[in-house]
């Protein structure tokens, strides 16, 4: 954003790339998990991942991280090579794995405090970032329990936390909202609203209804290619509904 940009005003700069996926692929043995993804998010961009079941959502998102290393292709975060750059990359990237945290003897204090210091934040820093995240996802009436006895819920929460301890400017979620109460669903839907109009967010769902709550973009993967990559306006149009441009996408997959 520049200078002159308000919040909610229009950016009037070039965009600028937060996200880039280059021609991705993750190969297990003659199996292609992801074949030659491409795409690229920019800065106040909160996109939607879709795809069925076994697309290549999550494989994608680690490849993104750094989590995984592509069998071929390249991945950036706020321009930095995740592969010969992980540490710069890593410093400005939350990611919330498909699972949740590990560590589940840990008790959330205690998770976010290894967490921070594995990142080398500052003692106080810490403590104040730990109290923040704390405080925004909720987490007061469970400081004292292991995060494995943690409903999935808050475990999503705690997930969230961790992703959000060092204030990265990148969001990289693994379906933020899976196993969620309704409520719980619309907390973390809240949540996300809100960190959007500051950060860029990349987040995996089946749920089509979070494409119109949460997202202004969508990139829609189908047995391990991107086949969609544009406005939610533009997946929708000519009358079709979100379900059946799923299922078109998804050919002959859909609904198995
Ligand atoms: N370590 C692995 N070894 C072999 N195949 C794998 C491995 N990890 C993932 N796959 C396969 O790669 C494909 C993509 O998996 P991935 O988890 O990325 O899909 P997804 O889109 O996240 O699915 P879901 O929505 O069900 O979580 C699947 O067929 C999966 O079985």
Redesign the pocket.
């Given at each position: 954003m520049s200078t002159n940009d308000q919040p909610g005003s229009t950016p009037t700069q070039t965009p600028e790339p937060m996200i880039e996926a280059v021609g991705l692929s993750k190969f297990?043995g003659d199996?292609a998990?992801?074949r030659d993804v491409s795409f690229t998010i920019n800065r106040g961009e909160v996109a939607a991942f879709l795809?069925?079941?076994?697309?290549?959502?999550?494989?994608?998102m680690k490849l993104l991280t750094g989590y995984l290393a592509p069998s071929a292709g390249v991945a950036r975060i706020a321009g930095y090579d995740v592969g010969t750059d992980r540490l710069t990359a890593s410093r400005r990237l939350g990611y919330l794995p498909?699972n949740g945290p590990l560590w589940h003897d840990m008790t959330p204090r205690g998770l976010l405090k290894f967490i921070g210091e594995a990142r080398q934040m500052p003692a106080e820093r810490l403590r104040q970032r730990t109290d923040e995240v704390i405080e925004l996802c909720n987490l007061q009436a469970v400081l004292g329990k292991p995060v494995g006895k943690l409903s999935k819920g808050y475990k999503q929460r705690v997930g969230m936390a961790q992703a959000l301890l060092h204030e990265p400017d990148v969001l990289i979620l693994d379906?933020p909202t899976s196993g969620l109460d309704p409520n719980q669903i619309r907390d973390v839907r809240s949540l996300i609203r809100k960190l959007g109009e500051t950060k860029t967010i990349l987040l995996?769902t089946?749920i089509l209804q979070e494409v119109d709550a949460m997202c202004n973009r969508v990139v829609f993967?189908d047995e391990?290619r991107v086949v969609f990559d544009g406005a939610p306006a533009e997946m929708t149009q000519q009358g079709a509904s979100m379900d059946e441009r799923f299922h078109q996408l998804t050919g002959a997959s859909a609904g198995v």
């Open positions: 297990y199996f998990a992801t795809g069925p079941n076994g697309a290549g959502k999550s494989t994608t498909e379906e995996s089946h993967i391990g």
